[in-house]
């Protein structure tokens, strides 16, 4: 049987006359692509949005039958089916709401959800299709899926690393642990042997005070006996040539003994700690000043010492230990000095130190051995006509450590010798670890 066209006038494909007059407003304003069909799948009508989607016009899609833009996805694997999606008017086919591709101009594919609406006239029967795109759905759906896969990602990635991070703390706390316990066995171990030196130590002090002391009380005897011999002779009678200048070598010898007892007992004192320091101000030009005069007394004619300090300088510190250092400093300068010695002692100041030198113009000491001269009963090469013990720098060295000082030595052969000290304005008790 032939059917005719329906008569009513609206934008169609084809130029045929089609009663839809029920679906005018749909075509106007709906924002879904629609197509109209026969029972035949033969496109008959469409909108601008019907167009968009498939990338044809009006007049392309009149040539075009529905399964050329319409096809089932298979459910295993997401291909399209090869088999009619379409017929009229078996409408099983089309599922309501049902998820199909949408085939465009150029080939490309994209979802596109479906809803139906079938109707008929006198002549014919007829399908609008309503065309939803779900392109943008599924590149969320997409972007949802490798959002969440990245998030699983991570979340393996966080919990490998806080595996890794507890096993390295573990094994961090066990290495520290052991560490700990080493350093604790070490610490004991230099306790026991620090206090085994301290006893060492204490035992060899008692020793050399004992032993000086014992020296001193005899020395005193044999030096004032010497004193008397040479002053009133033997038996009333003067003594000879010969005898005089025997005494004058067994005073020498005497004084010699008697200044390395005084030594020991110095370094008994130091090493076995001298308590707490009386720390006092002392003003360092009245000081040197009182010891140049006292010097002066004992020095000949042709040796002078020359204080070049004009204003007054203070430190915090133990007036005996500053006095037997600086007696010390320049009790050197005099004996290894010439004749005609010349001792100059100069001082300067900044915010924090006082500086003060001993210089002469005597024999020098080589080079290679300053660094020596501190170390307990080293003499210079150059040194040994003149008697000494050796303990002269040490013992200034020790001293100026306890006032929290220095002490530097430049010499130069023939030429002479400068000791410098460097006294710190302001005295800040230390630890013996700390010195």
Same mark, same amino acid.
């Given at each position: 049987?032939?059917?005719?066209?329906?008569?009513?006038?609206?934008?169609?494909?084809?130029?045929? @006359?089609?009663? *839809?007059?029920?679906?005018? +407003?749909? #075509?106007?304003?709906?924002?879904? %692509?629609?197509?109209?069909?026969?029972?035949?799948?033969?496109?008959?009508?469409?909108?601008?949005?019907?167009?968009?989607?498939?990338?044809?016009? $009006?007049?392309?899609?009149?040539?075009?039958?529905?399964?050329?833009?319409? $096809? &089932?996805?298979?459910?295993?694997?997401?291909?399209?089916?090869?088999?009619?999606?379409?017929?009229?008017? @078996?409408?099983?086919?089309?599922?309501?709401?049902?998820?199909?591709? =949408?085939?465009?101009?150029?080939?490309?594919?994209?979802?596109?959800?479906?809803?139906?609406?079938?109707?008929?006239?006198?002549?014919?029967?007829?399908?609008?299709?309503?065309?939803?795109?779900?392109? &943008?759905?599924? #590149?969320?759906?997409?972007?949802?899926?490798?959002?969440?896969?990245?998030?699983?990602?991570?979340? +393996?990635?966080?919990?490998?690393?806080?595996?890794?991070?507890?096993?390295?703390?573990?094994?961090?706390?066990?290495?520290?642990?052991?560490?700990?316990?080493?350093?604790?066995?070490?610490?004991?171990?230099?306790?026991?042997?620090?206090?085994?030196?301290?006893? +060492?130590?204490?035992?060899?002090?008692?020793?050399?005070?004992?032993?000086?002391?014992?020296?001193?009380?005899?020395?005193?005897?044999?030096?004032?006996?010497?004193?008397? *011999?040479?002053? !009133?002779?033997?038996?009333?009678?003067?003594?000879?040539?010969?005898?005089?200048?025997?005494?004058?070598? $067994? &005073?020498?010898?005497?004084?010699?003994?008697?200044?390395?007892?005084?030594?020991?007992?110095?370094?008994?004192?130091?090493?076995? %700690?001298?308590?707490?320091? &009386?720390?006092?101000?002392?003003?360092?030009?009245?000081?040197?000043?009182?010891?140049?005069?006292?010097?002066?007394?004992?020095?000949?004619?042709?040796?002078?010492?020359?204080?070049?300090?004009?204003?007054?300088? !203070?430190?915090?510190?133990?007036?005996?230990?500053?006095?037997?250092?600086?007696?010390?400093?320049?009790?050197?300068?005099?004996?290894?000095?010439?004749?005609?010695?010349?001792?100059?002692?100069? =001082?300067?100041?900044?915010?924090?130190?006082?500086?003060?030198?001993?210089?002469?113009?005597?024999? %020098?000491?080589?080079?290679?051995?300053?660094?020596?001269?501190?170390?307990? #009963?080293?003499?210079?090469?150059?040194?040994?006509?003149?008697?000494?013990?050796?303990?002269?720098?040490?013992?200034?060295?020790?001293?100026?450590?306890?006032?929290?000082?220095?002490?530097?030595?430049?010499?130069?052969?023939?030429?002479?010798?400068? $000791?410098?000290?460097?006294?710190?304005?302001?005295?800040?008790?230390?630890?013996?670890?700390?010195?």
């Amino acid at each position: 049987m032939k059917t005719s066209e329906p008569q009513t006038k609206v934008k169609f494909i084809q130029d045929k @006359d089609v009663n *839809l007059t029920s679906v005018r +407003e749909v #075509f106007n304003n709906t924002l879904e %692509g629609i197509l109209i069909a026969d029972y035949k799948g033969k496109l008959y009508g469409c909108n601008k949005t019907a167009e968009q989607m498939f990338g044809y016009s $009006a007049k392309e899609l009149g040539r075009l039958h529905i399964q050329q833009l319409i $096809a &089932k996805y298979l459910k295993q694997d997401g291909h399209l089916r090869n088999d009619k999606l379409f017929i009229l008017p @078996d409408i099983k086919n089309i599922e309501h709401n049902s998820r199909f591709a =949408g085939i465009r101009k150029n080939g490309s594919t994209f979802s596109i959800s479906i809803r139906i609406k079938n109707f008929s006239t006198k002549q014919s029967i007829y399908t609008i299709l309503f065309l939803e795109s779900l392109e &943008k759905i599924d #590149f969320k759906s997409r972007e949802l899926v490798e959002k969440n896969s990245e998030i699983q990602q991570l979340k +393996e990635d966080l919990k490998t690393l806080r595996i890794t991070a507890e096993k390295q703390c573990k094994r961090r706390t066990i290495m520290l642990e052991e560490t700990i316990d080493a350093l604790m066995s070490t610490r004991n171990q230099l306790k026991v042997s620090l206090e085994k030196e301290q006893v +060492e130590r204490d035992r060899k002090t008692k020793f050399a005070y004992m032993l000086s002391h014992e020296f001193k009380t005899p020395l005193t005897g044999i030096l004032t006996s010497l004193s008397l *011999l040479e002053k !009133y002779g033997s038996n009333g009678h003067t003594l000879s040539k010969e005898q005089n200048q025997c005494v004058i070598r $067994a &005073k020498r010898s005497a004084n010699h003994l008697a200044a390395l007892t005084d030594d020991m007992l110095t370094m008994a004192g130091m090493n076995g %700690g001298n308590g707490s320091l &009386k720390i006092e101000k002392i003003s360092l030009k009245s000081l040197i000043q009182e010891l140049i005069d006292w010097w002066s007394l004992q020095l000949s004619v042709e040796k002078s010492i020359h204080c070049y300090i004009h204003k007054k300088m !203070y430190v915090e510190a133990n007036e005996d230990l500053v006095i037997q250092i600086l007696n010390n400093l320049i009790n050197n300068a005099v004996k290894y000095s010439g004749p005609e010695a010349s001792i100059s002692i100069n =001082g300067e100041e900044d915010e924090s130190w006082c500086v003060i030198t001993v210089e002469d113009n005597g024999r %020098g000491i080589p080079q290679e051995e300053l660094e020596k001269l501190t170390d307990g #009963f080293f003499r210079a090469s150059n040194a040994t006509d003149v008697n000494g013990s050796g303990l002269g720098l040490y013992i200034v060295n020790q001293y100026l450590q306890f006032l929290n000082g220095k002490l530097e030595l430049d010499s130069k052969l023939d030429e002479g010798t400068r $000791a410098t000290i460097r006294l710190p304005k302001k005295y800040e008790e230390k630890s013996v670890i700390d010195r």
